[in-house]
């Protein structure tokens, strides 16, 4: 009977024991879940939601232009230098809503991190002047430059969506850029990130990035409203997809980058993307057999591998060699 009875006791202590040991593990994970949350960028101050139309269709803000090498002449100005505000230009915002957000004709932007995908830079005047350590700054980069694009390429009439396509600049916490097209062209956005290996380091600080992302949107509806890339066996259609991401955002901004700037980027390839491009252009592409367009398809990811800096901040993410 004592061997039962002290049975018994161990049993149930056993049992408490589990018991709480369950319950703070559980408390564990949650508390240190909360540790981990990633905190916003700085002076993340968000729009109100309500907004009225009083603030006219321009504005002014401050961007690099592509970006802070290009704008410094510096290869090596890292994004903790206190001289980046110096090479920051003003410019010309167009075609807004006119609620003081930065919401227009052609692009939506956002703060991820910072105001959880809604609207953050507000200004019931337009002005959206904002130092490079201000995370409104990549905003007003992502809108200017995401507006100019969209626009050339709709007076070219190659402009699939018609629909303001969203950019979320702040979007996460990694070192990554990317275009999601999700259930359709009605929405589609673009997802610049802030570094994680170059700590103060944002995706929407290089201009290139931004268009090389749009370019995929526009690319990816000219191919299909519904299917995807990567449905081939290597990826061909992925890899061409790439490469003239890489082609429209080196063209686009080829008067303001000068072709000795980085050898290592700019003066290989370049004439190669001009000479397919002037093919494309006049249809001879078409025309061309399997085995030289299976050359071709060789080439852009070449190129994609060889502007691949321009995708992650050229130097900023990039170890010099």
């Given at each position: 009977?004592?061997?039962?009875?002290?049975?018994?006791?161990?049993?149930?202590?056993?049992?408490?024991?589990?018991?709480?040991?369950?319950?703070?593990?559980?408390?564990?994970?949650?508390?240190?879940?909360?540790?981990?949350?990633?905190?916003?960028?700085?002076?993340?101050?968000?729009a109100p939601s309500a907004t009225e139309m009083k603030a006219g269709p321009t504005g002014v803000a401050y961007v690099f232009n592509p970006d802070p090498i290009v704008s410094s002449k510096n290869l090596a100005i890292p994004p903790s230098s206190p001289l980046l505000d110096d090479y920051r230009s003003q410019v010309t915002l167009e075609r807004l809503g006119g609620r003081g957000i930065l919401e227009g004709k052609y692009v939506n932007v956002r703060n991820g991190l910072g105001c959880k995908g809604g609207f953050g830079a507000y200004d019931e005047k337009n002005q959206f002047s904002y130092p490079r350590s201000d995370a409104h700054?990549?905003?007003?980069?992502?809108?200017?430059?995401?507006?100019?694009?969209?626009?050339?390429?709709?007076?070219?009439?190659?402009?699939?969506?018609?629909?303001?396509?969203?950019?979320?600049?702040?979007?996460?916490?990694?070192?990554?850029?990317?275009?999601?097209?999700?259930?359709?062209?009605?929405?589609?956005?673009?997802?610049?990130?802030?570094?994680?290996?170059?700590?103060?380091?944002?995706?929407?600080?290089?201009?290139?990035?931004?268009?090389?992302?749009?370019?995929?949107?526009?690319?990816?509806?000219?191919?299909?409203?519904?299917?995807?890339?990567?449905?081939?066996?290597?990826?061909?259609?992925?890899?061409?997809?790439?490469?003239?991401?890489?082609?429209?955002?080196?063209?686009?901004?080829?008067?303001?980058?000068?072709?000795?700037?980085?050898?290592?980027?700019?003066?290989?390839?370049?004439?190669?993307?001009?000479?397919?491009?002037?093919?494309?252009?006049?249809?001879?592409?078409?025309?061309?057999?399997?085995?030289?367009?299976?050359?071709?398809?060789?080439?852009?990811?070449?190129?994609?591998?060889?502007?691949?800096?321009?995708?992650?901040?050229?130097?900023?993410?990039?170890?010099?060699?």
């Amino acid at each position: 009977m004592v061997s039962v009875e002290t049975t018994g006791i161990s049993n149930n202590y056993l049992k408490q024991k589990i018991f709480f040991v369950c319950i703070g593990m559980l408390l564990f994970l949650v508390f240190s879940s909360c540790a981990k949350k990633i905190e916003p960028p700085a002076n993340s101050i968000c729009a109100p939601s309500a907004t009225e139309m009083k603030a006219g269709p321009t504005g002014v803000a401050y961007v690099f232009n592509p970006d802070p090498i290009v704008s410094s002449k510096n290869l090596a100005i890292p994004p903790s230098s206190p001289l980046l505000d110096d090479y920051r230009s003003q410019v010309t915002l167009e075609r807004l809503g006119g609620r003081g957000i930065l919401e227009g004709k052609y692009v939506n932007v956002r703060n991820g991190l910072g105001c959880k995908g809604g609207f953050g830079a507000y200004d019931e005047k337009n002005q959206f002047s904002y130092p490079r350590s201000d995370a409104h700054f990549q905003e007003a980069m992502s809108y200017y430059f995401g507006d100019e694009y969209q626009v050339k390429l709709d007076e070219a009439g190659i402009l699939q969506a018609k629909d303001p396509i969203q950019i979320i600049a702040h979007c996460m916490r990694s070192d990554n850029a990317y275009f999601s097209r999700g259930m359709g062209i009605a929405s589609e956005k673009v997802c610049l990130g802030d570094s994680r290996l170059t700590p103060g380091a944002s995706y929407a600080d290089d201009a290139t990035v931004i268009v090389h992302e749009l370019q995929h949107g526009t690319t990816a509806d000219a191919y299909s409203p519904i299917y995807e890339f990567g449905n081939l066996p290597y990826d061909e259609a992925g890899s061409i997809n790439e490469g003239i991401s890489d082609f429209m955002a080196l063209a686009f901004f080829d008067p303001v980058v000068s072709l000795t700037f980085d050898p290592r980027v700019l003066a290989g390839g370049r004439w190669v993307c001009l000479f397919l491009g002037i093919l494309a252009a006049a249809e001879r592409i078409d025309v061309l057999s399997m085995i030289q367009i299976t050359r071709i398809v060789g080439v852009f990811e070449v190129i994609h591998q060889a502007f691949l800096p321009i995708k992650i901040l050229l130097v900023w993410s990039i170890p010099m060699d």
